[in-house]
T-cell receptor, first 116, second 113 residues
């Protein structure tokens, strides 16, 4: 069975602080895909990044960066110099092997509150 | 480009009532799926479809039916609503390639009283 664990239920930081959101996953698949989605207070799900299991390079996009480590089954997300607009629930997700890797297994989410 | 459209956005049902949540996509995606989001539990897969005429169960299918008569539409039916089905429901579509992200609708907030 697949599983995604986001142990941090809620994180509160002050604007301009750096913050890392943790994601640990379990899968028996050798080929899989990992994703991060953002859910702002308005409720929609916004895609942030996709990473396949063969690509362990870290990625940086502006203030966002992702650290993928297969050895520890982790796919952590760091926001540098956080801003109030980063306040949201963030979900880590793993491609669902039983569905041909088209559907997703989600973690329980981490609620990030950035205080001004 | 509308993407994935869900209707209604909000719904209140009485226990035992039936209803259909509508989902339509205009991106010609092969794969569609339904999730429910409950506090502290993330999103859980209810049903999914790999193409017109083909559906299958996800992690939490009980109490829900789906059909996929066209590529564009993937309605979710609640046959006899229960308070445990109070949740936010998301429909998603995904292109044929496995390494692409899912595109989500805006969600339907359903309350069963």
């Amino acid at each position: 069975a697949q599983k995604v664990t986001q142990a941090q239920t809620e994180i509160s930081v002050v604007e301009k602080e750096d913050v890392t959101l943790d994601c640990v996953y379990e899968t028996r698949d050798t080929t899989y895909y990992l994703f991060w989605y953002k859910q702002p207070p308005s409720g929609e799900l916004v895609f942030l990044i996709r990473r396949n299991s063969f690509d362990e390079q870290n990625e940086i996009s502006g203030r966002y960066s992702w650290n993928f480590q297969k050895s520890t089954s982790s796919f952590n997300f760091t926001i540098t110099a956080s801003q109030v607009v980063d306040s949201a629930v963030y979900f880590c997700a793993l491609s669902h092997s039983d569905t041909g890797r088209r559907a997703l297994t989600f973690g329980s989410g981490t609620r990030l509150q950035v205080q001004p | 480009n509308a993407g994935v459209t869900q209707t209604p956005k909000f719904q209140v049902l009485k226990t035992g009532q039936s209803m259909t949540l509508q989902c339509a996509q205009d991106m010609n995606h092969e794969y569609m799926s339904w999730y429910r989001q409950d506090p502290g539990m993330g999103l859980r897969l209810i049903h999914y479809s790999v193409g017109a005429g083909i559906t299958d169960q996800g992690e939490v299918p009980n109490g829900y039916n789906v059909s996929r008569s066209t590529t564009e539409d993937f309605p979710l039916r609640l046959l006899s609503a229960a308070p445990s089905q109070t949740s936010v429901y998301f429909c998603a579509s995904t292109p044929g390639q496995a390494n692409t992200e899912a595109f989500f609708g805006q969600g339907t907030r359903l309350t069963v009283v």
